[in-house]
């Protein structure tokens, strides 16, 4: 693919969502260019980009069509990158894999990220050091004015700071380790015996809760409260699983949030 061609990645560093666009590139060996504009500022660029239909990243730029949703995104990979797959090859554990996929993205994906959000307004000094680090360089340097930018984009994008919802998240992400573990039983993957779009799926819509060391890391710590939550996750099958994915399937993961 000629530089011409490169596609391109519209994403937030420390977006689960655009964690799993990240990783199924990376599973393709496709190299695109990255861009993160500010968190929030981004809703403007994603509805130009695709000319209304999406308001959130991430975005693939691919062969000129602008792509949105972390799923539309891995179909279209498929179709130009197959090898090596993230679809199973058969019909049926295709339709599984793809199920499996859509119910992490609707069932963990939002909850895991509000109750981290919920949890991290609580703590404002990390919470803008954090933001600052998301932010361009201009207003990076003014830590304060950061974090107060996120702390009002996060309550109206995700509608953050409600206890209620705080409780439910909890209860969702509980649902999520369960339902993770028992899909898995006593094998390595969730679908057949490789690795799967819905293995890539689970493991990097968890990731802001295990953290993973080839993880995106923008935070040097969770908040207390999370820190609490995870404590006793960490003896999960689920957990040390979710790790085992990062472990040796995402060796490149690593993003520079800088």
């Known amino acids: 693919m000629g530089d011409d061609q490169q596609p391109t990645l519209w994403h937030i560093p420390i977006s689960h969502y655009s964690e799993k666009a990240r990783w199924a590139l990376d599973h393709k060996s496709v190299e695109p ?7 929030g500022g981004h809703a403007v660029v994603a509805l130009w980009l695709t000319r ?17 949703d972390s799923s539309a ?12 797959p993230l679809y199973p090859e058969g019909p049926q554990e295709r339709r599984r894999a793809l199920e499996l996929e859509d119910w992490f993205d609707e ?5 895991i990220r509000l109750l981290v959000f919920h949890e991290a307004l609580k703590e404002p000094e990390q919470f803008a050091e954090v933001a600052a680090r998301m932010a361009p360089a201009p207003m990076a340097r003014f830590k304060a004015g950061a ?9 109206l994008r995700f509608g953050v700071g409600s206890a209620r919802r705080a409780d439910l998240a909890r209860t969702k992400v509980l649902e ?13 993957y969730l679908v057949g015996d490789t690795f799967t779009v819905a293995d890539l ?10 953290q ?4 995106p890391s923008a935070i040097d710590r969770l908040p207390a409260a999370i820190e609490r939550f995870r404590e006793p996750l960490r003896q999960r099958p689920g957990y040390h699983w979710v790790e085992e994915m990062f472990r040796r399937h995402r060796q490149r993961a690593v993003v520079d949030v800088a």
Request: charged share 25%; glycine share 10%.
């Open 201 to 210: 799926t689970a493991a990097a819509l968890f990731y802001p809760i295990v």
């Open 176 to 188: 999520a380790w369960d339902r993770l573990e028992a899909e898995l039983g006593d094998g390595q």
């Open 212 to 215: 993973p060391p080839e993880g």
């Open 73 to 84: 995104i891995i179909a279209a990979l498929e179709e130009r990158f197959p090898e090596p």
């Open 147 to 155: 974090g107060a930018y996120a702390r009002a984009w996060a309550r």
């Open 52 to 68: 209304g239909r999406h308001k959130t990243f991430p975005i693939l730029r691919l062969d000129g069509r602008n792509i949105g």
């Open 33 to 39: 260019e990255r861009r993160a504009p500010l968190p």
């Open 107 to 111: 069932e963990l994906g939002p909850h």
